[in-house]
């Protein structure tokens, strides 16, 4: 039951939650939704076939009210939604300005890199070898198996440019030189 104080606050079941922390949490539910859904519709799921491919552990009607953030989800849910989603739980949450992780790096990072696999499978030289082994590993883990060209994200352009002994700012120059960019 939720009463107004003479402090301003509302109690929940005992505890006292001020106006602000109330609208920072649905803040939070709507971010952690958006998330939800941005995942569930970049594996080309639909509610109903997430319910039906689960067993029926997440029903589609409580998973849209958890994506449109009209519900609260528990860590361990959000911990198994993860899983069933195969990404990690911290991809489901909001940075730490609130905000979804991808909009962080969009902010930080200009323009995304792309790379031609096929071209890439082309390439006979080392550094073609560790850059093939190491994109192999990120399309693994976004189980991105998908297309011919592989969006580079700012912190996989860190690697890339440690391996290929070039700043980062370089980075992106010598993916031209090789023909992959």
Not at 108 to 121: E, G, V, W, Y
């Amino acid at each position: 039951m939720r009463q107004s104080g003479p402090t301003g606050r509302t109690s929940v079941t005992g505890a006292d939650v001020s106006n602000e922390d109330q609208i920072e949490q649905e803040h939070y539910g709507r971010v952690v939704g958006g998330r939800l859904r941005q995942i569930r519709k970049q594996k080309n799921l639909s509610l109903q076939e997430v319910e039906s491919i689960s067993d029926h552990e997440f029903k589609a009607s409580v998973l849209g009210a958890y994506e449109r953030g009209e519900r609260s989800i528990s860590v361990p849910r959000l911990h198994r939604l993860a899983r069933f989603y195969r990404v990690p739980v911290d991809q489901l949450l909001p940075g730490d300005d609130g905000e979804a992780p991808e909009a962080n790096e969009r902010d930080q990072a200009p323009t995304k890199s792309r790379i031609d696999l096929a071209k890439l499978d082309e390439l006979d030289s080392p550094d073609a070898e560790m850059l093939a082994r190491y994109l192999r590993m990120i399309q693994v883990q976004r189980q991105d198996f998908n297309g011919r060209v592989l969006t580079i994200r700012r912190d996989d352009m860190r690697a890339i440019a440690c391996m290929l002994g070039v700043s980062e700012d370089q980075a992106g120059g010598r993916l031209e030189e090789l023909g992959l960019g």
